[in-house]
Nanobody
Framework: VQLQASGGGWVQAGGSLRLSCAASGLTFSTYTMGWLRQVPGKEREFVAGILWSDATTYYSDSVKGRFTISRDDAKKTVFLQMNSLKAEDTAVYYC??????????????????WGQGTQVTVSS
């Protein structure tokens, strides 16, 4: 299984970025997908998730209303559209996959597979 994240970069506060994560080696439609982020010295934080079963989406309070997660099962890709970015969104963003993972597991970060991470830097 491989998860290849891309789309990170540098942006000014208030700007937007779109992250992508292409998956291979798994039956994508049966995996809940998620985005998590980590700042050096802090624990990894759940950002957004989208269920395998009905594409229901979930967000952390810190990004709700600004970020949108979506998936394209035909292309085995999950996206994270990030708008109104803030300096505190600066982190390494990881995509993750969990087989038949439900809401609770996703919120706890109980994913089986992880991508390599992509750096997002928001300058104030």
């Amino acid at each position: 299984v491989q998860l290849q994240a891309s789309g990170g970069g540098w942006v000014q506060a208030g700007g937007s970025l779109r992250l992508s994560c292409a998956a291979s080696g798994l039956t994508f439609s049966t995996y809940t997908m998620g985005w998590l982020r980590q700042v050096p010295g802090k624990e990894r934080e759940f950002v957004a998730g989208i269920l395998w079963s009905d594409a229901t989406t979930y967000y952390s309070d810190s990004v709700k209303g600004r970020f949108t997660i979506s998936r394209d099962d035909a292309k085995k890709t999950v996206f994270l559209q990030m708008n109104s970015l803030k300096a505190e969104d600066t982190a390494v963003y990881y995509c993750a996959a969990g087989s038949y993972l439900g809401y609770v597991g996703a919120m706890k970060g109980n994913f089986e597979y992880w991508g390599q991470g992509t750096q997002v830097t928001v300058s104030s």
